[in-house]
């Protein structure tokens, strides 16, 4: 206790010359809290006491709210109620009508997959009409056209065959007017050789003749002669003026044999066709009277004889160069150009750029029986020898294709496969143009340039 008081005694701190004790300080501090907390417990107990007077009215005023809540809330239950029920009802009225409605739609449906169902059928139906009417039709535009293309065949192996009876016809024409030329050139030189034959033998007789003449007259000159002179001057006389009337016949019979060897020459030299022998006839005809006097006189020798030949000879070429070919006309060999037995063309392609050049072997119809594949530059007289030596010396053979159509084709003598033809229905057709191929392609002796532009 002693300690408590002395402790609460003890200064704390001084103020001038005041000494503040402890239990001063505690004192103070007492009646602070008193000051401060005694004014606060009288007001929280005042706020307190407010808060529970407002507190309790509020309850009151809570319990009236709740209560008049309630009141509005079963008010609210009510009408909820009574809005459920009419809700209900309409949710019952709406919900009949629409099962109505929906049975009514569903009718409506029932009936518009009705008609639709029935429209597809017709629809269906029309289609398959239709279908069936195109099919009809297409068929028969088929059937149209495979007959329009069989009567197009039948007609176009008509013309060929018509073209080929006549190319055949054209080239047995031309064979029988070749040989009729032939026939005539070979009986005008038989006529001209017996003409010659006979002339000869008259101009031999006409110089024994006058040789005979001159004999006589010489024997009456000797007769006359006789008394003059010695007789043994006369035997030799009539020695050597027989020797000379033997000498001349000797001479001749060399030139007549002579003859007919350069008429032999000349008429392995005449040409196939037959303006040069009548060209040698006319310039033979012309000059008659040149010939006569000397089958009178009789004085041509063999030599002069074949140089007149060989002058007939010439004489006849100008007739042969009359059928000069002309700048586009390329001969193949040195024989004259033969027209009538078909002929070499040169073409251009210009659909083909690359290789725009061929040849074609045509008919004397203008047939085209063979054409060549495509050339860059213009083929050459070379290129055509080769083919027409392929022709003498190669083979057409007779294919059948898959389609069960017939084509010749050109192989060389090693093989080697040079050209194919057109295609034909019947292997007999196929085999006349091989034939006519062979014909005209020896026979062919020009090429006729078609590219060429005068």
């Not at 309790?56 to 709210?65: K, L």
């Not at 269906?124 to 009809?136: C, F, P, Q, S, W």
Request: glycine fraction near 2%; avoid cysteine; aromatic fraction near 4%.
């Amino acid at each position: 206790m002693e300690s408590f008081v002395n402790f609460m005694t003890t200064s704390m701190f001084s103020i001038g010359e005041v000494d503040i004790p402890l239990y001063a300080i505690f004192i103070v501090f007492v009646l602070l809290v008193l000051i401060i907390i005694v004014p606060s417990v009288i007001a929280t107990a005042k706020h307190n006491k407010k808060m529970q007077a407002e507190a309790e009215q509020e309850a009151q005023q809570n319990a009236e709210e709740e209560a008049a809540r309630k009141a509005a809330e079963e008010e609210a239950a009510r009408k909820a109620a009574e809005e459920e029920a009419a809700r209900k009802a309409a949710e019952e009225e709406a919900a009949r009508k629409a099962a109505e409605e929906e049975a009514a739609r569903k009718a409506a449906e029932e009936e518009a997959a009705r008609k639709a169902a029935e429209e597809e059928a017709a629809r269906k139906a029309a289609e398959e009409e239709a279908a069936r009417k195109a099919a009809e039709e297409e068929a028969a535009r088929k059937a149209a056209e495979e007959e329009a293309a069989r009567k197009a065949a039948e007609e176009e192996a008509a013309r060929k065959a018509a073209e080929e009876e006549a190319a055949r016809k054209a080239a047995e024409e031309e064979a029988a007017r070749k040989a009729a030329e032939e026939e005539a050139a070979r009986k005008a030189a038989e006529e001209e050789e017996a003409k010659r034959v006979a002339e000869e033998e008259a101009a031999k007789k006409a110089e024994e003749e006058k040789k005979e003449e001159e004999a006589k007259a010489e024997e009456v000159a000797a007769t006359e002669a006789a008394p003059v002179k010695k007789p043994a001057t006369r035997k030799p006389s009539n020695a050597a003026k027989k020797k000379a009337a033997a000498e001349p016949v000797k001479e001749e019979q060399p030139a007549v044999a002579e003859d007919k060897e350069d008429e032999e020459v000349k008429a392995e030299k005449k040409p196939t066709t037959r303006k040069p022998a009548a060209a040698t006839k006319k310039a033979e005809e012309k000059k008659p009277a040149e010939k006569k006097p000397a089958a009178k006189a009789a004085e041509k020798k063999p030599a002069e004889k074949k140089a007149a030949a060989k002058t007939t000879e010439k004489k006849t070429a100008p007739a042969a160069e009359e059928t000069a070919p002309v700048s586009n006309i390329v001969l193949l060999t040195d024989e004259p150009a033969k027209p009538a037995g078909g002929r070499y063309v040169i073409i251009k392609d210009d659909e083909n750029p690359i290789k725009p050049y061929k040849f074609q072997l045509k008919a004397n119809n203008g047939q085209v029986l063979y054409e060549s594949e495509g050339y860059k530059a213009k083929p050459k007289k070379a290129s055509i020898m080769a083919f027409k030596k392929a022709v003498e010396q190669g083979t057409l053979a007779i294919d059948k294709e898959k389609n069960g159509t017939y084509r010749y084709k050109l192989y060389k003598a090693d093989g080697t496969l040079m050209g194919v033809g057109e295609s034909y229905s019947a292997k007999a057709r196929a085999e006349s143009s091989a034939e006519s191929v062979k014909a005209f392609a020896a026979s062919a002796n020009f090429i006729e340039d078609l590219t060429v532009t005068e």
